[in-house]
């Protein structure tokens, strides 16, 4: 599989992602960056029933964010379209962080990070990170280690 | 109690609730419905765990919404007050709708409406409108029948 | 031009817009409306920068929502693909309205609609459609007049 | 004015605010944040068309968040109330930031921060915080210095 189709996400700005100063309001890119997640997963081939609860279907471990944070460089436009770099990175094994770099054209224009911790969904204890996720983060570390520079 | 109490609510536009026109971006209209209809169900003296599932409980009958609609009168800006007057009504023993009317002074600036059906959580099926939501409905009920014309 | 490739958008429901029921909740498919007609506008070859405010170009008409509504079929949960067909349809010489069909697999699960109306930017009158938005309009009645039954 | 009145402020978990986990999802806690500090400033006295572009109206200096971030300590549930704690601070002449700290109960159960810099609207260039901005940090830093340990 070519690591681009799961690890470089497209999009653009939406007009209801604006806000009366014109350009895009800040939280959104929190959004986007948790959407861009959830399909980097899915195009790596998981579905979203083995990582998300489902009705009917709640997966043994749960990753809550406990930390994020955004950077914005640039302001963006309603239309303007972005691409997003996935780097996933396992912190310790029941631990990831993903940071999300946002660019615009050639112009970088914001970055983000979501970290994830592994808890039992009934106990909400720590836990190993479950096997999907281990197998995306090293196929993402992969390709981040081969990526040109 | 005074109806008003949980009839009549309050609430001011937020920057991020407008988009990059100036004005409220539509699609806020809708969530300030449904968190003007919570926020009537707590005033009136119901835990949110009666009606809402929370973690560890999950009330016997659901109340998806199944229809909603909204009509915009004038353009809400940055800041402006906005009342909003909650009018419940049962539609039969397992459905019942929440018109909200939003005024800002004494301009009627928007209006919107949600429609819930009764439904059991476990099976999804049709039933009675649980008890709760019954005593809101009919004191809303007795509320607005004695209102000032 | 495959007209398919501006009336019929695709997209899967995200972690973020469900609520704790474990669905779609419910106001999320109002933004999905917009930003599918948004795509449908780029798609068809208009830029955003002609129709929505952007820092330094406001254009000539602006296009609010006046009014908008959504039908419910079947609960939506994470993940689950959905296949939105536009149907753009102008009202009056000022007015149009688009009506969203939303499928998952082979189900109709949803239907929004948004009706715009034209005014100046300047001084908030009604005025006539600009020409961007005649031209999607009259491609997309051209399609729709076509299409199998 | 009771320092209390702008400085700590109230709201309770929404159902559309949480996801399937049944809990709230990560990215409201930066819209608390926003809807805080506006809030904030409301309270304060500062009507927010001092602060935020409104129709026919643009502030001379813009606020935009350079930087955010946030810190998750519990689990939130529907209905959950929530008293938010803002401590404003100035960095430097053009720059400051907010830092606010959730609890529900007695427990501390979030933290987030937004970073702000002043430019001027027209040329987007750096420039001094506007006096109402000025006049409320200068307002909270003494309140903060003479709150309980």
Redesign the interface.
């Known amino acids: 599989m070519n690591p681009e189709s799961w690890l470089l996400l497209c999009r ?1 700005v ?3 992602e ?6 895009m ?3 959104q890119l ?2 986007w960056c ?2 861009a997640y ?2 980097s997963l ?1 195009r790596f081939g998981l ?3 083995e990582i ?4 009917g279907t709640t997966p043994e471990v ?1 990753l ?9 460089f640039r ?1 963006l ?3 303007d379209p972005l691409a997003i770099r996935l780097e996933p990175q396992r912190l310790d094994p029941g631990c990831f962080e993903v940071r999300y770099r946002f660019s615009s054209g050639d112009t970088s224009v914001a970055e983000g990070l ?1 970290r994830h911790l592994a808890i039992r969904s009934d106990s ?1 204890r720590r836990c190993s990170l479950p096997d999907p996720i281990n197998r995306w983060l090293e196929a993402s570390g992969l390709q981040q280690g081969v990526q040109p520079l």
Chains 1, 2, 3, 4 share one sequence.
């Open positions: 653009s939406r007009f209801g604006t806000d009366a100063a014109g350009v309001h800040f939280q929190l959004r948790h959407e959830e399909e899915e579905a979203a029933a998300f609860p489902t009705p749960a809550p964010i406990v930390h994020c944070r955004a950077d914005f302001p436009s309603c239309g979501t909400r």
